[in-house]
């Protein structure tokens, strides 16, 4: 089992950057795919970013492509979600979420392991 806690989230401008993190509890982070997801009020979850376990397969929604970057590092047991050249329409509750499928999924329904969440505003 794994426990996830979000930070990084806040209040930024319409075209300025926030880098979230997910930390992981325990010693085996390393072997969870690791997912961002997102949700909007009024609005239902949506895939933002996912990583393989060694960090080398990342995987994008079409609205985040080119802007957000996702990345991790095992030996510090946390992910990464770098956002830049934010837009009002990205915001949402961003969550970070652990899968112990063989390859990346990116419905929500395929993550084993969930974070609370943290606030993302973007301000036009």
């Known amino acids: 089992q794994v426990q996830l806690e979000e930070s990084g989230g806040g209040l930024v401008q319409a075209g300025g950057s926030l880098r979230l993190s997910c930390a992981a509890s325990?010693?085996?982070?390393?072997?969870?795919?690791m997912g961002w997801f997102r949700q909007a009020p009024g609005k239902e979850r949506e895939f933002v970013a996912a990583i393989s376990r060694s960090a080398g397969t990342t995987y994008y929604a079409d609205s985040v492509k080119g802007r957000f970057t996702i990345s991790r590092d095992n030996a510090k047991n946390t992910a990464y979600l770098q956002m830049d050249n934010l837009k009002p329409e990205d915001t949402a509750v961003y969550s970070c979420?652990?899968?112990?499928?063989?390859?990346?999924?990116?419905?929500?329904?395929?993550?084993?392991?969930w974070g609370q969440g943290t606030q993302v505003t973007v301000s036009s």
């Open positions: 325990g010693r085996t982070f390393n072997s969870y795919l």
């Open positions: 979420a652990a899968s112990r499928r063989s390859s990346i999924p990116i419905v929500s329904r395929d993550y084993d392991y």
